[in-house]
């Protein structure tokens, strides 16, 4: 834990630095304040808080099942249940990779100022996006559910047979979150 606490650090530090470069590189005249006014930090805590709330509110909800799992008194079956969550959790990376490329074009459709054909474009990249999103739904969802017990064996091992179980059930939940993520 140690370890993976110091390589987590790590992987901060450098994100700070690349970050701090490329303001440097790409902004003009920015530069870094030697210090911070408590007047300046109280600013960001008021204007971030609303943001911070909801992320633990969302952090929360995404690990819910797991808790509730816990407090009912099923150990093992909450242990199975968690390691089939990550597996589907993991496939949401593509939706959230894709959502990301495409808000340039979600502002531009949701804008009234953009040119009739930017707009025309713009939905028209959304609706294939959305086909294309939701038909890597349902064909993970298929993989996950068909190939769920080599998978769980090769990603927790025997132990965590009935893993796969749990993961043919919620792969499904893909098709929703998509839904739910467009």
Known sequence: VLTLAYLLLATQIT???????????????????RRASWAAISSVIVAGWPLAALAVLMMLYQRLGVVMLGLIGAGTATGWYAAALRVVEASKVAHN???????????????RSAAPGATATS???L??????????????????????????????????????????VIAWALIPFTLNAY
Do not use: K, N, Y
């Open 15 to 33: 994100a700070a630095v690349l970050a701090a470069w490329l303001c440097w590189s790409q902004i003009p005249g920015f530069r870094l304040p």
């Open 97 to 111: 990779s894709l959502s990301g490329a495409l808000l340039p074009a979600l502002g531009r459709a949701a804008g």
């Open 123 to 125: 939905h028209r990249a």
């Open 127 to 168: 609706r294939v996006s959305w086909r294309a999103l939701m038909g890597f739904s349902v064909a993970a969802s298929t993989a996950l559910t068909l190939f769920a017990g080599p998978l769980s064996r090769i990603l927790f091992g025997e132990g965590f047979g009935p893993t796969a179980d749990a993961l043919r």
